[in-house]
């Protein structure tokens, strides 16, 4: 794990551009990945499979969480944004944990869009609590947002039983050549809004890629 010079910044990064922990994510993730698989037979969706033969784009995932941000944090959110990106055929640059503070996560999105990303999915701070401002921190930096996929990740949230996702704030948007995109900081939320956002996001970058 590499710590940014900036206070409260905390990067984790692979080889390869994955993210390194001290605990494996495959394990914790694989029920995970097996809850999104059933769900997409179930609901008649697209068959979802690890089978990537080309990578879509460069992603880069943001986790809003105080505990995070000083390398306190347990629940493995991080690697599993960066394991389902990766299932989906994105190539992660790295995991940041930034605090909940707006201007940090600002210029932690910033720095990812300035760096030519593709994707960028932040996770957390998208609530109604007075520390969650992701959303404000967001904004600012959208050219323009996309209400479908806030709509879209809002939705299945509900339908899936997600409160988290269903109370969630969370913006959708292009910033210059990059798709933004703000998930609710729970393992449920995750879930069932990567696999809403990631086929949606493979729509948008192929769309740009055309002009």
Do not use: C
């Amino acid at each position: 794990m590499i710590e940014s010079e900036r206070p409260g910044l905390v990067i984790a990064t692979a080889e390869g551009g994955g993210v390194a922990t001290a605990v494996s994510p495959q394990d914790v993730a694989a029920a995970d990945r097996a809850a999104i698989v059933m769900a997409a037979r179930d609901d008649g969706g697209a068959q979802v499979t690890s089978d990537v033969t080309a990578e879509i784009g460069r992603a880069l995932v943001v986790v809003i969480d105080d505990r995070a941000a000083h390398g306190e944090d347990t629940s493995l959110i991080g690697p599993l944004v960066g394991e389902l990106l990766t299932e989906a055929g994105f190539h992660v640059d790295a995991t940041i944990a930034v605090s909940s503070d707006e201007v940090e996560i600002r210029n932690a999105l910033n720095t990812a869009v300035i760096g030519g990303v593709d994707l960028v999915v932040s996770v957390g701070g998208v609530g109604v609590g007075a520390r969650d401002v992701t959303p404000e921190a967001t904004a600012g930096l959208l050219d323009r947002t996309i209400p479908g996929i806030e709509e879209a990740v809002r939705s299945s949230g509900l339908a899936a039983g997600s409160a988290d996702a269903g109370l969630s704030r969370g913006l959708a948007g292009m910033s210059g050549q990059t798709l933004v995109v703000n998930l609710a900081n729970s393992r449920a939320a995750v879930r069932d809004g990567m696999a809403t956002v990631t086929p949606l996001a493979k729509h948008v970058i192929e769309s740009i890629s055309e002009f």
